[in-house]
């Protein structure tokens, strides 16, 4: 079992960099500018023999009144609350602050073991830095750079110390663990579930909608989530991790640089999902940017599935229309894309979403046997045969073949696959769709031509 560990620190002292340097990827946004990280963000991590699971917070701003850095302060509450043991970051080159130190009150108190690192040290112009860190009654300050990965080792000591989940296992059973996720194979592995959608739609209000928790910051304020957050979460027996991301605007609108890596760590998050889930707002459905998106998840090959967000107060009649006509006129590359309404805050409809979810992941991960899948080839070749190609010659398809699935993809053979015509390619589309139920998912038709089997033989 993991020890957990939350980062913890005022902002700007190199927060995120740990989190990234800890979990061996760059997970977290990293900026000049302080307070990037509002949510509370989760990974899994190895130092040498153990398993950690990091917890990456917001910097310490507190405030009385109820606003967006209040919100943030309780998110990195409970992560103390929640962790095993407290990793306490300050700034060596800028020296102990007064909310360094009422930060040290805060961890005393609640009692978690806490491994204090002075940051950003690396030269020895840091010392009256760390010496000075004595007062927080914390221990011995380790110094470290979490940029350049300076006093791992020393940590990785400090962190042993707390690894008494880990001691009563024994390696035989970690063995056992690993086997049995290979062995269960890839019907085991959690759905990799993105939410997506413009900024103030109801991502974050969604998300903790699902997990039935506030887990996510959520606000009036717009853009109140930077980052793409994973949340691990369990639905009716399928392992799902539920990623909350950033609201994409217009990119003509998006001109500082912190934005623009909001905007890439969403769209990362959406091309890496297996189905994302478009939030729209109801009184605004399916508008320029809805649009913009969904066709990115489709030309990616991720299964979609749209939330129509906010219905309890919407225009229904209006908004429906509306996305219908939209859904018919401006979204064709995709026929059948499942379409929820639903009520984020009043939790409305929430199992018919997750029902459409599973639906349509299940869809996007088949596979078509290759006898019935080559009689409706034949029958479709029967009924409405290939035009003339560019030689006014019949083009003849041989056969076809599903090459892969997640999304379903599929390899016609043909004696001149360059002659054939789009049109004659998405009646073809159209009916697979149809007739083995793919209705709602990206699929792929390459057509390859047949090689000639007497080519290589000498006369």
Known sequence: MALKVAIIGRPNVGKSTLFNRLVGRKVAIVHDQPGVTRDRREASAKLRDLTLTIVDTAGYEYSNEDNLERRMWEQTKRAIDESDAALFLFDARAGLQPYDEHFADILRQSGKPVILLANKCESKTQEDGIYEAYKLGLGQPIPFSAEHGLGINELYDALKKFDKKNASESPESDEKEQNDAIDD????????????GRPNVGKSTLVNALLNDERMLTGPEAGVTRDAITSEWSWEGHQINLVDTAGLRKRARISDSLEKMSAASTKHAAFMAQVVVLVLDADAVLEKQDLTIARQVIDEGRALVIAV???????RKEALEQLNYKLETSLTQVEGVPTVT??????????????AVIKVYNRWRSRIPTAPLNQWFADMIDNYPPPLGKNKRRIKLRYITQAKTRPPSFYIFSSNPEGLPESYLRYLTNSLRENFDLRGIPLRITVRKTGNPYADKKN
Not at 185 to 196: N, S
Not at 309 to 315: L, T
């Open 185 to 196: 194979g890839e019907d085991k592995r959690p759905i990799q579930l993105a939410i997506v």
């Open 309 to 315: 967000n906010k219905w309890d107060i919407a225009n």
């Open 342 to 355: 639903i009520s984020a805050l009043k939790r409305e409809n929430l199992d018919k979403l997750m029902r």
